[in-house]
Nanobody, 116 residues
Framework: QVQLVESGGALVQPGGSLRLSCAAS????????MTWYRQAPGKERELVAR????????NYADSVKGRFTISRDNAKNTVYLQMNSLKPEDTAVYYC?????????WGQGTQVTVSS
């Protein structure tokens, strides 16, 4: 049974930093790319960042390029999202996702609020 558990969300001031974690279990973590998504109130869920299974390649939404960094530790079955220079528009619930063939699995999400 695939399980993805996000953590690290918090209330942070503009310009601050957070590191989100997503702990995976129930499948061969190192065999699949991982993605982070986010969903703000009243908006559609959007892809934030993606990392290949070996961590050798990453992709980012234009809105977070240069501020966010996705990484993974295959020994710990965990993917991370380092978020720097946070802005109020980064406020959202952040989710990690793994897609295995036609099957996508999501975590429960972690809330990030950027506000003074």
């Amino acid at each position: 049974q695939v399980q993805l558990v996000e953590s690290g969300g918090a209330l942070v001031q503009p310009g601050g930093s957070l590191r989100l974690s997503c702990a995976a279990s129930g499948y061969a973590f190192s065999s699949y790319a991982m993605t982070w998504y986010r969903q703000a109130p009243g908006k559609e869920r959007e892809l934030v960042a993606r990392i290949t299974r070996d961590g050798g390649d990453t992709n980012y939404a234009d809105s977070v390029k240069g501020r966010f960094t996705i990484s993974r530790d295959n020994a710990k079955n965990t993917v991370y999202l380092q978020m720097n220079s946070l802005k109020p528009e980064d406020t959202a619930v952040y989710y990690c996702k793994v897609t295995r063939g036609l099957l996508g699995s999501w975590g429960q999400g972690t809330q990030v609020t950027v506000s003074s």
